[in-house]
C-alpha cells in the first residue's frame, strides 16, 4: 500500500498540468528527513506544467520536514505554511514558490468554503 505522500507526488506527476500554478515556474524539492536517511522529492513546475521526480539535485526552494508531517500536509489534516512558521518544516530559497505550490494541497476534510484550510471554528 502506497503512503499518502507518494500517492500526493504520483498523482500530481500524472496529472501533468495543474492550473492552479499557471503563472508559477520553478523547482521545489521536498526533503523528508527519517534519522540518517532523506528521502527527496522534485517538482519541476513550468507554468503549469509539473513533473515530480525522486531526484536529489539544486533547486529553487528547498522544504525540510520529517515524513510524518509532510503526511498530515499531503491529506489535509495540516498546513505547510503553519508548519514553517511554528518551526517544524524548514525553507531554504525562494519561499514565494512554496507558497504558490501550497496552492495545490487539499484544505482541511472538516473545514468548509473555497478556500476551506485558511478557516477556522470559532468558539
Not at 505550490?101 to 468548509?112: K, L, M, S, W
Amino acid at each position: 500500500m502506497l503512503d499518502a505522500t507518494t500517492r500526493f507526488f504520483e498523482e500530481l506527476d500524472r496529472r501533468g498540468y495543474e492550473p492552479r500554478l499557471a503563472k508559477t515556474a520553478g523547482t521545489l524539492r521536498v526533503d523528508l528527513h527519517e534519522g540518517p536517511r532523506t528521502h527527496h522529492w522534485l517538482l519541476n513546475i513550468d507554468r503549469g506544467r509539473v513533473s515530480v521526480t525522486q531526484e536529489d539535485r539544486e533547486a529553487d526552494t528547498v522544504i525540510g520536514t520529517s515524513p510524518a508531517l509532510f503526511e498530515e500536509i499531503a491529506v489535509g489534516r495540516e498546513h505547510g505554511i503553519a508548519a514553517v512558521l511554528r518551526g517544524d518544516m524548514t525553507v531554504m530559497g525562494d519561499a514565494r514558490l512554496l507558497v504558490q505550490v501550497e496552492r495545490i494541497f487539499p484544505g482541511q476534510p472538516d473545514a468548509r468554503g473555497p478556500r476551506r484550510r485558511f478557516q477556522r471554528e470559532v468558539r
